[in-house]
């Protein structure tokens, strides 16, 4: 996309910081997003502690088992109705009629996004050492390079996800049947590897397991990076080609019919 | 390509699949004027507007806007053009002041924010979050999201499609101060007495064809609609009417009938068809 900018006109940079201010402001004039960005994760976080609570082993598979959950909802689930939402509004119509570039846009949406899980990963990682006695993370560069590649991969597959979801109305059908099935077969809630076998297979070839056991290998266990490295290959697997998905089958507009 | 002219538009043609939308139409907007693009629902005048602001890629022919292929969506085009779509929402969560100077800072020589609000009528409204406006509300920050950048063109696409009629007249006073500010406004509307009174040549586009271009008033002329319609009624109180190219015999026949014959002419006038006439003889199903 040719950009030829004029003299004075505002700089990439400065537009998609610009969008971003914009998204965080509307982020917390809205209280039900707000709320459920926040409280869930926390809610969850509570009820599975407290089930658990008498046992460091599953506290120590919960706390990590919640920021993965949280990396999707804020990303995949967050960008996946968002998307829709503005498209069906006419919103990115309206945007693409103007001199910001799309790329700045998608900048300033993801990055609000991407506050979020940031905000959740801190609060989790807090919770857990105050309530539920996980201790700070062993390795937080590890965690880093986990929550990075986390957002990319579960922001692009959100992105992706809106091209196909028709119309707002169905949105959260579209996420759920995908989220919640997804969460459960991926060790959020429970040791992964207990569950059955062909589950086990399924979760296995999905992102979010091996997201999971990155932050619990960061947060929990101590172990490196290099003993996730077929994990993080899935991972990359899944951006690539979510990336791909949100780029080509982009649309800012309603489809007609 | 001349300069004169804001838009340029030869052999346009877009189809989608089989059906063809646009059939290679010509037309061009100068700059300064008040261009209208009338047509029934289905005529292609959507798809032609959209072509030109840059968000369909059209199959053929050449089209130039302030001397841009609006298919490249060059960056400096979009700096100089403002679009009014028909319907779009807005951030919900934002005021109007808001969403304006967000909108401002996306252009490099943005308008004031207060000015373009008291000159869209949403004085006022500045701390009103933009989802509790009014429909006709919302359809002026449509009005202002799209000047508030000065653009030299402006798209209205059915600007006033669900106002009251005197919110109408302040949209159309907004739309002539445009004008007077040497701004070109290209103005696609339903409303034939809207583009009579504010465009300064129409085109009419049927089956993605433009039938007849001109002025408004002259565009009776050719295209077989009676340019002169004398009507009268006659003693008994019936209303006679007939067509003409010259008025001035007609009148002398008719009235030195009447004068012999010691009669008056109730009602007497002489019109000439209006935009809605034409239009609607033109694009009657044949």
Request: hydrophobic share 45%; glycine share 10%.
């Amino acid at each position: 996309m040719p950009e030829s900018r004029s003299l004075g006109s505002p700089s990439f940079a400065s537009l998609a910081w610009r969008q971003y201010r914009l998204e965080r402001k509307m982020f917390w004039r809205n209280p039900s997003s707000a709320f459920f960005n926040f409280a869930l994760p926390l809610l969850f976080l509570a009820l599975f502690g407290a089930i658990f609570s008498s046992n460091q082993k599953n506290l120590d598979v919960i706390v990590p088992g919640i920021a993965g959950m949280s990396v999707l909802s804020t990303t995949f689930s967050a960008l996946a109705y968002n998307m829709t939402f503005m498209r069906e509004q006419g919103i990115l119509k309206r945007m693409r009629g103007t001199p910001m570039p799309s790329g700045a846009y998608l900048l300033g949406i993801a990055g609000n996004a991407i506050t979020n899980t940031a905000l959740q990963i801190v609060l989790i990682t807090c919770a857990g050492k105050v309530f539920f006695g996980v201790d700070w993370p062993k390795d937080v560069g590890e965690l880093l390079v986990f929550v990075v590649l986390g957002v990319l991969c579960f922001a692009s597959l959100g992105v992706a996800l809106s091209h196909v979801i028709p119309n707002y109305e169905s949105a959260s059908a579209y996420v759920n049947a995908i989220f919640l099935p997804v969460i459960i077969i991926s060790g959020v809630f429970y040791d992964a590897n207990h569950a059955p076998r062909f589950l086990n297979g399924i979760a296995q070839a999905l992102p979010l397991v091996h997201l999971i056991d990155g932050l619990s290998g960061a947060m929990v266990k101590g172990t490196g990076l290099s003993d996730h490295l077929s994990g993080l290959g899935v991972i990359v697997a899944w951006t690539v080609m979510g990336m791909f998905l949100a780029v080509r089958g982009f649309s800012w507009e309603q489809r007609r019919s | 390509m001349s300069t004169e002219k804001a838009i340029e538009v030869r052999g346009l043609r877009k189809s989608y699949g089989d059906l063809e939308a646009v059939r290679a139409i010509d037309f061009s907007v100068r700059r300064g004027e008040i261009f209208g693009l009338l047509g029934p629902n289905g005529a292609g005048k959507t798809t032609t507007v959209e072509i030109l602001e840059g968000y369909r890629d059209r199959s053929d022919g050449e089209v130039r806007v302030l001397g841009h292929d609006p298919q490249q969506r060059s960056r400096d085009l979009r700096e100089r053009v403002g679009i009014v779509l028909q319907s779009t929402g807005i951030y919900r969560h934002v005021t109007v002041r808001e969403v304006l100077a967000h909108f401002a800072g996306l252009y490099p020589h943005p308008r004031d924010v207060d000015e373009v609000m008291e000159l869209t009528g949403l004085g006022g409204k500045e701390d009103a979050r933009t989802r509790t406006l009014s429909g006709g509300q919302l359809r002026r920050l449509d009005f202002a999201l799209a000047l508030v950048g000065d653009p030299e063109l402006i798209f209205l696409d059915e600007p006033t499609t669900g106002f009251d009629p005197a919110a109408r007249r302040g949209a159309w006073d907004t739309v002539r101060s445009l004008k007077a500010l040497g701004k070109t406004v290209v103005l696609t509307t339903h409303y034939l007495d809207e583009a009579q009174a504010l465009a300064d040549r129409v085109a009419i586009i049927k089956d993605g064809r433009i039938l007849v271009e001109g002025a408004p008033s002259e565009l009776g002329a050719g295209t077989g609609a009676a340019y002169y319609r004398v009507s009268w009624r006659n003693g008994d109180g019936l209303l006679n009417q007939r067509e003409t190219d010259d008025p001035t015999r007609l009148l002398h026949e008719l009235t030195s009938d009447a004068l012999a014959r010691g009669q008056v002419l109730e009602s007497l006038s002489v019109t000439r068809p209006t935009l809605e006439d034409v239009y609607l003889q033109l694009t009657a199903d044949a």
